[in-house]
């Protein structure tokens, strides 16, 4: 089975700068209509960990989901 990962994006947090849009390599954020980043494939993610490590607020955190 391939590992499973958890995206969350803490909306109060989050100022929607883009930084996780742009860097997430497998495309999991994307901006809304109302110009707020989202995430939308979260069961694309492949826990890298870009978003986290490059999130300027520490919006977002991803850990493996237990099986
Ligand atoms: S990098 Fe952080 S603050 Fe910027 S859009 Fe992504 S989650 Fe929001
Ligand atoms: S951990 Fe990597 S693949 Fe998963 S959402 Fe963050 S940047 Fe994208």
Known sequence: MPKK???NLNPKWCK????CVEFCPKRVF???????????REGDCIGC???E???????????EEEA
């Open 5 to 7: 990962f958890k995206v």
């Open 16 to 19: 929607s700068c883009g930084i």
């Open 30 to 40: 994307e901006f809304s209509k109302d110009g707020k980043v989202r995430v939308v």
């Open 49 to 51: 960990k870009n978003c």
């Open 53 to 63: 490590l490059r999130c300027p607020d520490y919006a977002v955190e991803v850990w």
